[in-house]
């Protein structure tokens, strides 16, 4: 059996426009964002959760299923340690004061990519606000951290390895939805639209197999100043696009 990606379809109060059914984001431009106002990097990040709860506030609007945000990948590793432990705190400190608003307004909160590197203790939080939003159907937020798409695959390729190893799957039967069923995203819809801010024009290792059939938007909105405004800009610009998979 062949995936085919299912088409955004309009959403109400949507004017009759596509609305798309996933959205995901690599929130870039942080730090230049920071280092042109003298702050610290740390500065930055904290602006660009900002960010990330108003365009999550929008996307719920707009009637967006699932907005994925590429949080930290696992190349961030590289990154200076005191950065590090200040992107762990940000985590720590969000989850703590924005739970219960997820909760209430029906956000399913799901993490693709192994959480578990961030230590036993921020990795139980985040367990626990997954397993409390687990229920919530309104809207889904996926987290990507510690995530890299090129592992993400091989994850699934040694998955699907070890079944066949085991007999409990033929290799004639490995198809694309077999290994779509393989990946961290395998719960979530069909990726729609992919943004990048702050004007690079490259995908960082993200949703590699899932931005196949995606659009791709790069705008040069630096992530911290990415609002509403400019998340419902790209959802026309979304709109205005003919998706035709290969076709006529």
């Not at 942080?30 to 900002?50: D, Q, S, T, V, Y």
């Not at 590793?77 to 762990?88: A, G, H, M, S, V």
Request: hydrophobic share 45%; charged share 25%.
């Amino acid at each position: 059996m062949t995936v085919v990606p299912a088409s955004a379809e309009p959403r109400p109060d949507s004017g009759g426009a596509a609305v798309p059914r996933h959205v995901a984001i690599i929130m870039d431009g942080n730090g230049r964002w920071a280092k042109a106002r003298g702050l610290p990097r740390a500065a930055g990040h904290k602006a660009g959760a900002e960010a990330a709860r108003k365009v999550l506030r929008a996307a719920g609007e707009a009637g967006v299923e699932c907005l994925t945000l590429y949080a930290f990948s696992s190349e961030n590793w590289r990154r200076p340690e005191t950065e590090i432990n200040d992107l762990k705190g940000l985590l720590r400190f969000y989850i703590q004061s924005e739970l219960d608003a997820l909760h209430k307004e029906g956000i399913r909160l799901k993490i693709i990519g192994d959480h578990s590197a961030f230590g036993p203790e921020l990795c139980k939080m985040v367990d626990h606000a997954v397993s409390r939003t687990a229920a919530n159907t309104r809207m889904t937020l996926a987290i990507a951290l510690n995530y890299g798409s090129r592992v993400e695959l091989v994850n699934a390729a040694r998955n699907l390895a070890e079944k066949v190893a085991s007999g409990d799957l033929d290799p004639a039967d490995i198809d694309e939805a077999k290994l779509d069923e393989a990946l961290d995203t395998r719960e979530l819809p069909p990726l729609d639209l992919l943004i990048r801010t702050s004007g690079e024009c490259r995908l960082s290792n993200f949703l590699l197999w899932q931005a196949a059939y995606a659009e791709l938007l790069f705008v040069e909105t630096l992530w911290p100043d990415f609002g509403g405004n400019e998340l419902r800009a790209a959802l026309a610009e979304f709109a205005a696009r003919e998706r035709r998979y290969g076709g006529l």
